[in-house]
């Protein structure tokens, strides 16, 4: 069972929070749980800022150039994607260790000079691939690395949620100018394939790919993600898709495809992935993550999450006794744990830095470009 | 509650079998439940024909052209697929109605001779697309009509099994020769896409797909479907593909995407589809035949079989009390009255006909060239 | 793989069917595709014999003495409770063998008469306590045999409809005169007792019950079963239970329980038991019949119904192949078969004959004795 | 949303943890996450009090007596059931506010006088039954009191877990001595009572029970729940049940019925509630608490936790958008925080107190009279 404050030995981390929203709220509590100090946040506006570093009990950030003052051990970038690249070049000048939201950056050549950045400063950078730290993720993960599933048929899965169905919804990430050029992929489909690659050990190494908007038009502005204005108001047209289709073949030729949506009525935020291998199949869905199919030609097994038996991470990942359900909030959590470990020196496994953050910006880019070629085409190399 | 044997006044329809393998099976089955006397039946061999026609209290038919002097008002042909065309003629000429096994035909050119035979002689014709018949199908399919879903979002789903996972396992089904030129795909993705269309509305009129031949070598010979030989003996290349995926865009600008598998360990059967609409979803599984789920953004609703309740088709096809639970058995024997009573001269809604077969073709068609050339295609105009 | 109508060369068996309502029908089309020849049907009334008769393609039986005339070698008996003891009589005076529905009698006395004229007269006399024929639990049963499970810890479950929720709905069996003094327990109660015991091995000796009547008054007459009038009209008070509670010990110390309702919305014919043993747990869910749960301290695992894997009793009785879903018509299907078989002389595992459903008055009569005194009571033996 | 430190004006509270075992840990990073300041605690021994202390960044408490010294403002009481009593009585001395772990006391009598300890001395005294703090659970309880079921039918379920499923299983809660006369009921049943009574409305008034020890010898000594000690060496005559079966009768003649085992291999935390009304049926799984089901005669709702629908108190105990799993930790937190927040003079909806342990003392004796008297009992009144 991890143990969040490890190295008992240690000093707290101090730290600093880039962005005061739900996901921001969700970096505090995990730091806070790891027994980190909290000692500077920014919001989107000096004002803002200055609220919640009181609501918060620290204090307020008013330009990315603070940190160097602040001097924080750690800076946790949670603002819009395309602000990224200068809070993350901002906290790594100030010589802290960074984790930055997911997409890292909104284009391949700007995840590219961050993760070379961190590399010569030497910095621990992570991105919250949150959902490899779901011990049974790591359980099915450890199981393919010895073998029990043999040469993979098929890899395939879904992200689906609804949270942009409704006309009246929208978000910073809907505006290409402020999310990038992808929305629903970029945003959860990155997810999906992170996982795919990180649990199967395979690589997309080519795709074709159709996207789809289905909501032309949505209100001009919004300030909170997840939410729903109650009316319209001014419109604008829709320029990142609702959906994503992606068919790919990996390095060694397996076959693969997954749907991405955030327009399908009931699916709040249903990451869930089949892989079929040659003796087994393993399906896990991120809404149920705490037990996982592992199907067979004469019968299927339920694993539970449990502390008690498996593979040493689904174990150490699992912070409560089997029946006593995780969630998303422990996956957060040992993320940050791990990152922090990783930052005293300690060895973690899985851990995901700015190097998965940028083989994700490949991909997103090569299904953009498919997309708009309707063509096949290859993903580029990583660093 | 549908009637097997409605006109209770019409006399017995006499039938026919040719082919007698599980499939012939479950047709003579769903015969004899809808009042129908068997009249003869054919398998591979006259020796094999003499004793399951003595198995099943018939006369054996030799060959096709006595099928002329027999004259059955029904032909049941359930044999390969490169044998339906020959078989059909024969029951046609012999002035027969007919069913015949999906696929109609392995090509665009002979499923449409067939098609425009049936049509000038005037005859019920009609392909086992049984799927349809599964009540929560129309009760879906009734709420489509009504508008209740809205415009779709996105329509995408698979069909999953593994008895070709093991590579001793094979079948008449496995070479191009006797199966056609796709296996998968025209075996079950077929169905998958006729029931998309039949319960969503849409037509797919262009599509990209790729397809993997997972086991590569295979034994020769086996006789039976859905058994595995012990021993592999003799092998040979597989021609056939055993994994298919497709994206797709129907005529209204619909984007979808579909799996096709036989390899995928633990699915047996497992046809899935969900219909993204902008009200709501549905959900369906044809292993778990009894539910459906209907997903709205507030909560999901879902919906057990119950002659008791929902559209007039969903109450006319269930046969049983709500949680005496129905499944394919039942699909098959509601497939057979309405083609029998169609024969009789009465309506039936919902009937999967030669062209249903023709418009498959169609799609299997597009799904090879696809396939082939790496590039998307337009699925060519039926009748 | 069953065959219906296993032995090819035998004379088809001639059996006539009294009660023609809904399970009535059941037993038609089961007889129908066992091969057997109608020669019979006798309804609530001469008139309603005479039009069902020319609905069934068979003759009319204006009264039980008929029988002896007619002569038929098996005589279905599906009328309401009460009348069993007089039709089944009818039946083995006419040297039929008898299909009776169960409850065999509405008292342990009539109950035992009739067990012991079959026996003297040497007839096949069998109750369809159908659910023993889901293939997946005799793989149960199997397993416990081979002691798979170990030493029993717990046998729980219940058994949950809705369909007298309704205070508009009734039913012959609401009324104590026709249905005998246990209602949801004796209808519904029984099969879970008799699935229990055939299951698990073990005989309840001792209980204590609780009954409940929570619709106090429901209308004087309804004809037909699962079907609610839309007007009240002349109610009558309700003298049978709506849902009882039974806890109880069985010969080897094993402590149970189970509940029944009749009123639990949402719940449509919902028989559920879960059996923990020493090593493994079983859960069998009779709505969903192809798959069960064993559970085991360090995974569970699901098997799906499949004539190519398990135990041969699973196998034989597995008409499909996996993932084309059987359900309660195959149940009843093969409950006939081996019925009929067992008259042909052969034997067959698991028959459920008149000396269980004696064994289930003995249950019934202890359910009533104990609600009525809210005490223990021991269960009576059997022959 | 729940904020965890809702006054943000207000000063941390200082608390102190006596028993630093799993249960001790979760309620120390509630805490955490609540705002609070850890001043102090205790373990078994004074020596693993020092290093627990060490361990949690915190001061050593030596004897319960130091609590006078300490002065906390609250204490958290997670010893030993049989230590409950001394620990409370020194924590309301020191004039802490409590929370203690239940079962409040192992009888009646002391459970009585803690409870009017706490009211004499006017502090908060609350009892972790964190079940009710599933957001869903609030919101079936905001239904029912809204209406919505109806007259309850029927009031059922079970709390099964397997973790003394293994002879080799023991721990302080097995001897009669330190956890109680009654074990599994005690521990676990108290909570399904509670949970059922708090979300139904109802309160049992006679019940009839029986237990069994299924395990009849464990070893002698474990000094850590759930956990197993791979070798017996020692072991003693358990004296304490393993499993439970409750019917009950409620104040406005409701029958019910519950099951409680904690030797029901693959069962980890099953906590199973459904209670049927004469509208709808409500069920929960406490191992899925992410939805319900809501079950109607003409179909069933699904209803998934999700901050943006719903109940004011299932959206306020909502700390995550909906499909981002929360659990176990949630509950507690969500617990942790109303008992802070009325200490600081907040009113809070459905806040378990000792008012809550004493009502559970009185059910768990009336469950051992009548399990020892094969007898119906009446469940003694609270205060």
């Known amino acids: 069972m991890i143990n969040l404050e490890e190295n008992i030995n240690s000093k707290p981390l101090r730290i600093a929070i880039l962005g005061t929203g739900m996901i921001g709220e969700v970096?505090?509590?995990?730091?806070?749980?790891c027994g980190a100090t909290l000692v500077g946040a920014m919001a989107s506006t000096p004002e803002r800022s200055v609220e919640m570093a009181r609501r918060w009990h620290t204090e307020p950030i008013l330009t990315p150039a603070d940190l160097t003052t602040i001097a924080p051990d750690v800076v946790h970038v949670c603002t819009p994607n395309a602000m990224h690249a200068e809070h993350v070049e901002a906290a790594i000048t100030a010589n802290a260790h960074v984790i930055c939201e997911k997409p890292l950056a909104t284009s391949i050549s700007v995840a590219q000079r961050l993760t070379e950045l961190a590399h010569q400063r030497q910095r621990v950078a992570t991105v919250p691939y949150v959902y490899r730290f779901h011990p049974l993720v790591r359980e099915i993960r450890s199981r393919v690395t010895a073998g029990e599933f043999g040469r993979w048929q098929l890899l395939h899965g879904s992200y689906l949620q609804d949270w942009l169905l409704s006309p009246l919804a929208t978000s910073w990430r809907v505006e290409a100018a402020t999310g990038g050029?992808?929305?629903a992929f970029a945003d959860i489909g990155s997810h999906w394939c992170d996982l795919m690659e990180f649990v199967s050990g395979e690589r997309i190494t080519s795709l074709t790919?159709?996207?789809?908007?289905t909501v032309p038009e949505r209100p001009v502005k919004?300030?909170?993600?997840?939410q729903k204005s109650s009316d319209a108001g001014q419109t604008r047209k829709v320029d990142t898709e609702d959906a994503a289709t992606v068919?790919?073949?990996?390095?060694?030729?397996?076959l693969g495809s997954v749907l991405i949506s955030q327009v399908s009525a009931g699916r709040k935020n249903r990451l869930w992935f089949e892989f079929d291998g040659e003796r087994r199949s393993a399906v896990f869905d991120q809404e149920n993550p705490e037990t996982i199919w592992l199907g067979g030609e004469a019968s299927a097994e339920i694993?539970?999450?449990?502390?008690s038996y498996g593979s040493s991470e689904q174990r150490r990942l699992s912070t409560l006794p089997a029946g006593h359900s995780q969630g998303?909030?422990?996956?957060?959590?040992?993320?940050?744990a791990d990152t922090y470990a990783s930052i005293?020196?300690?060895?973690?496994?899985?851990?995901?830095?700015?190097?998965?953050?940028?083989?994700?910006?490949?991909?997103?880019d090569a299904v953009i470009r498919s997309a708009r070629s309707n063509t096949w085409v290859d993903v580029t190399a990583s660093l």
């Open 344 to 364: 005293r020196g300690e060895a973690r496994e899985g851990l995901p830095t700015f190097n998965d953050g940028l083989r994700s910006a490949h991909i997103i």
């Open 222 to 226: 919004s300030e909170v993600s997840f």
């Open 181 to 183: 050029p992808s929305r």
């Open 303 to 307: 694993l539970q999450r449990d502390p």
């Open 247 to 254: 068919i790919f073949k990996t390095r060694s030729g397996v």
């Open 209 to 213: 790919a159709a996207t789809s908007i």
């Open 328 to 336: 998303y909030a422990q996956c957060f959590e040992n993320f940050v």
């Open 27 to 33: 970096h505090r509590r995990s730091a806070l749980l």
